[in-house]
């Protein structure tokens, strides 16, 4: 070791002297500079990256920033709530030109992605309704597969599962955790709303707690102006006169997607496109 050591410095030494500085050969730049101390009258010689070199640091730091995305995305992937059926749906697998109700929502969604920020700035959501099996769930898995492959935090989930999610919060005791998840809901960037309406509200008490729930939900998302897209068998008059929604929710709904409500109809894709993502 030391050897290889008084071997390097001779080397250094002899460098110096000549004022030769070592080339590297691939790239024809010195990979050595010389420092000068004049004050201690010393000279020595230290090391500089060449091309090559900082080519390589620089793909290693591509490489690590690559794979830090890769994680975050499957992280926020992970708390997505995106069930299986919808986890691979996405702008580019989706078939269009089947239906033209369809395409016109898809294509809206498709520039919604593309301008996510702006949206996401404006607080401008999205409302799809229409008839069972026409593609709603469908497109806004795309849209929240597109916007977590760009890093952007999603949730996609119904009112059934909140509602099992915050009596599950009561039933462990954990108060805070309660809170917790309200804010989840309220401070994510996107939240789509699937299947609004399927629950029927009435005035008995049990709906009264589902009734409350919902509109918190929607008034935390509004008065935080945060995008919320929505998917539902009925038009926002029908969740009102049909199905019983408070018409206080409903009327911010109708404000937090004003110029973005799309009606899919025709046939159902179900049977369509089985099993071909
Ligand atoms: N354009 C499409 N390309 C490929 N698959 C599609 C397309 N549209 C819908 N599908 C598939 O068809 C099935 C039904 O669509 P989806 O679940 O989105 O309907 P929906 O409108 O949400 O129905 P519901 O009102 O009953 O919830 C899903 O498996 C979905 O992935
Ligand atoms: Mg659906
Ligand atoms: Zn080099």
């Not at 990256?49 to 499957?74: D, F, G, P, V």
């Not at 697998?93 to 992605?113: I, L, P, V």
């Not at 929607?218 to 019983?244: D, M, Q, W």
Request: aromatic share 10%.
């Amino acid at each position: 070791m030391e050897a290889i050591a008084s071997k390097n410095q001779g080397k250094f030494a002899q460098n110096i002297r000549n004022r030769e500085l070592e080339i590297c050969k691939i790239c024809g730049e010195p990979t050595q500079y010389l420092v000068n101390i004049p004050l201690m009258n010393k000279q020595f010689l230290a090391h500089i990256n060449c091309r090559c070199e900082r080519e390589k640091l620089e793909i290693q730091r591509e490489n690590e920033l690559k794979q830090e995305k890769l994680s975050k995305i499957a992280e926020l992937k992970n708390l997505s709530l995106i069930s299986k059926r919808y986890e691979n749906v996405s702008l580019e697998n989706t078939q269009t030109g089947h239906n033209s109700s369809f395409d016109k929502a898809f294509e809206r969604c498709k520039r919604y992605c593309e301008n996510h920020q702006k949206v996401y700035e404006n607080g401008n959501g999205i409302y799809l309704f229409g008839a069972k099996g026409s593609g709603k769930t469908h497109v806004t898995a795309c849209i929240a597969n597109e916007l977590l492959k760009k890093c952007v935090p999603v949730l996609l989930t119904n009112l059934f599962e909140i509602s099992k999610a915050v009596k599950s919060t009561f039933q462990n005791g954990f108060h805070e955790s309660e809170q917790e998840f309200f804010e989840r809901f309220e401070k994510v960037s996107f939240l789509i709303f699937d299947d609004l309406g399927v629950e029927t509200f009435t005035k008995n008490d049990r709906d009264t707690w589902l009734q409350t729930l919902l509109f918190d939900l929607i008034n935390r998302r509004y008065n935080a102006k945060k995008p919320t897209i929505f998917s539902s068998n009925y038009s926002l008059n029908e969740l009102v006169n049909l199905r019983g929604i408070s018409d206080r929710t409903v009327d911010r709904i109708s404000e937090m997607t004003s110029g973005a409500v799309f009606k899919f109809d025709g046939e159902s894709m179900r049977s369509k496109f089985k099993n071909i993502i």
